[in-house]
T-cell receptor, first 113, second 114 residues
């Protein structure tokens, strides 16, 4: 299994508070991704990174920001959490030089009350 | 923009039967990759099988095989001799060559009954 961890694994927070989710990899893969999973929608891309300090938006980026200061860490921040951001969040990694598969972390369940 | 559609929200079969999950996609790209991912109750996303669009031969991984019809933009997954451990959500996904971004379908919840 690819070495990908996410923290925290579960979090309950209140509307309006900031939240940061962390993804850590030990595979030295170039690309890192944040997805959210909601019933009826599958997984939708929030943001992704193609290198240190290189990031771009996905299809559902509003209300989210990301940062990548090291190859191994990719942070997702909800500046002011809303109930619509209650979801399961997955981090994934890939490297074009090692195929086109993406490998996923275990997920973080976030509940905004 | 690419879209991926899985028209079967839920399916249920008996153990040892064969089951086929459907997936269609829409794209103007000629070169791309297609994937099936499995998500068991543990929530972990597991790659089941992949297909390169330029390959005419359908991919096979043990009991899992695909029927890739490029002209019809169809990519179905066949599970033979189904097992209880195959119970999971299954997601079809598309990646345009060079894009490094996946587009997922809505998923099909598959239940294997004893």
């Amino acid at each position: 299994d690819a070495g990908i961890t996410q923290s925290p694994r579960h979090k309950v927070t209140e509307t309006g508070t900031p939240v940061t989710l962390r993804c850590h990899q030990t595979e030295n893969h170039r690309y890192m991704y944040w997805y959210r999973q909601d019933p009826g929608h599958g997984l939708r891309l929030i943001h992704y990174s193609y290198g240190v300090k290189d990031t771009d938006k996905g299809e559902v980026s509003d209300g989210y920001s990301v940062s990548r200061s090291k190859t191994e860490d990719f942070l997702l921040t909800l500046e002011s959490a809303t109930s619509s951001q209650t979801s399961v969040y997955f981090c994934a990694i890939s490297d074009p030089g090692q195929g086109h598969e993406q490998y996923f972390g275990p997920g973080t369940r976030l509940t905004v009350t | 923009a690419q879209t991926v559609t899985q028209s079967q929200p839920e399916m249920s079969v008996q153990e040892a039967e064969t089951v086929t999950l459907s997936c269609t996609y829409d794209t103007s790209e000629n070169n791309y990759y297609l994937f099936w991912y499995k998500q068991p109750p543990s929530r972990q996303m597991i790659l089941v099988i992949r297909q390169e669009a330029y390959k005419q031969q359908n991919a096979t991984e043990n009991r899992f095989s695909v029927n890739f019809q490029k002209a019809a933009k169809s990519f179905s997954l066949k599970i033979s001799d189904s097992q209880l451990g195959d119970t999971a959500m299954y997601f079809c996904a598309f990646m345009a060559q060079g894009a490094q971004k996946l587009v997922f379908g809505q998923g099909t919840r598959l239940t294997i009954n004893p």
